[in-house]
Every structure is written in structure tokens, then in C-alpha cells.
T-cell receptor, first 113, second 117 residues
């Protein structure tokens, strides 16, 4: 199967700082990637669709100025949480599609202190 | 619009017993349906998927699921539970519309499966 790598797996940052999370498709090209957020004991909620070479499409209620998405190449999408606050602490997971199937990264546990 | 409902946030079975995790969906177009497993602090692993071919879908680790259009259900089963099956399971739906819709998933609330010795 296809491999999607997400980095870092865990990050702790101070309130007010920014954190960048990378999502890479290692063995295939992905024109579209997806970013999800999962709060403790809850399901995954789609945050945004990342499109290579164009602006991301955000789901309702997701602040695009806070969650900056860049998809500059066919194998890399980045999510930057700007001016992070404790309520942004969550598990962030990316996915990339190939042949009608979504492949997920390992996830990033963000803790804002 | 599409949605997924997983009945039962927690399911507990004995080792060797039947596993049944329930999933009902709502979709305005023919859906693609998926079951994923998630271990703590890890990403999601695909167990199986329904993409409008055979209604009984077999997946990895002995799991299978049956698509029932009349019941809008896609329940996950395994004849005999193993301790290693203990994890959280998510049912998901994707619009069968092709293009960038592939991979844009709507997830159910998840079901935590506990397996007792």
C-alpha cells in the first residue's frame, strides 16, 4: 500500500507560538491531501482539503488564518497552527488519496502549554 | 450531505467470541464505505472498504462487513475475537463522486472494542 508520513509525531509548544506539521506521500504523488483533527475520545473531523498549487478549502468553522495550509509540491502538505492556544491541543492526522483509497499519516499529538 | 452513526461507543467481548460493530450511514449519492482501526496515538489503518462491487467485503485480520442498502448499514464482524483486536474502530463514508472526493471522509463517532481473556 501507499505510505504517508507525518512529522513530528509529538510536539509540545508554548502558548502563542506557531507549530508546523508536515505530511508527505512517500511513494506516490498526491494532488489532494486532507487534514483532520481528533479531540480526546472523539471522532476525526475534517478541517480542510489541501490542493497542490492552490488554496486550501476549509470546512465550516475552521479558521483559515489560524490553520495555515501549504501544498507546494505533489508530495508535501504542511499545516501550521499559528498563535497556538491550549484549546488547540489535539491529535492532527493527514491523509492522501490514491486510486480511491485514503492513506493516513501516523498523526501528530500537539500539546500547547 | 453524508453522515455516519456508530451504535455503541464501547463494545466488550470475550476472546473467541463474535465481534459485531454497528454502522449506519446517510448519503445523498451512492457511497463508498470504510472501516478503519486506530491504536492509541497512531494513525488509521484501513480494515476494508465497499466501493459498489460485492456487498460482502472481506478485509484484513479476519474482519468482514456487509453493505445493506435497504438498511443503510455497513456492520463490521469478526467470527472470533483476539486480544490484539482491542482498539478503536471507525466507520467512514465518502461520496462516490470521484476526483478529489476520494479520501474526503466523514467519520462515525468510533467504537472502542475491548477483548477479555
Amino acid at each position: 500500500g501507499a505510505v504517508v508520513s507525518q512529522h513530528p509525531s509529538r510536539v509540545i509548544c508554548k502558548s502563542g507560538t506557531s507549530v508546523k506539521i508536515e505530511c508527505r506521500s512517500l511513494d506516490f504523488q498526491a494532488t489532494t491531501m486532507f487534514w483532520y483533527r481528533q479531540f480526546p475520545k472523539q471522532s476525526l473531523m475534517l478541517m480542510a482539503t489541501s490542493n497542490e498549487g492552490s488554496k486550501a478549502t476549509y470546512e465550516q468553522g475552521v479558521e483559515k488564518d489560524k490553520f495555515l495550509i501549504n501544498h507546494a509540491s505533489l508530495t508535501l502538505s504542511t499545516l501550521t497552527v499559528t498563535s497556538a492556544h491550549p484549546e488547540d491541543s489535539s491529535f492532527y492526522i493527514c491523509s492522501a488519496s490514491r486510486s480511491g483509497e485514503a492513506f493516513f499519516g501516523q498523526g501528530t499529538r500537539l500539546t500547547v502549554v | 450531505a453524508q453522515s455516519v452513526t456508530q451504535l455503541g461507543s464501547h463494545v466488550s467481548v470475550s476472546e473467541g467470541a463474535l465481534v459485531l460493530l454497528r454502522c449506519n450511514y446517510s448519503s445523498s449519492v451512492p457511497p463508498y464505505l470504510f472501516w478503519y482501526v486506530q491504536y492509541p496515538n497512531q494513525g488509521l489503518q484501513l480494515l476494508l472498504k465497499y466501493t459498489s462491487a460485492a456487498t460482502l467485503v472481506k478485509g484484513i485480520n479476519g474482519f468482514e462487513a456487509e453493505f445493506k442498502k435497504s438498511e443503510t448499514s455497513f456492520h463490521l464482524t469478526k467470527p472470533s475475537a483476539h486480544m490484539s483486536d482491542a482498539a478503536e474502530y471507525f466507520c467512514a463514508v465518502s461520496e462516490n463522486a470521484g476526483g478529489t472526493s476520494y479520501g474526503k471522509l466523514t467519520f462515525g463517532q468510533g467504537t472502542i472494542l475491548t477483548v477479555h481473556p
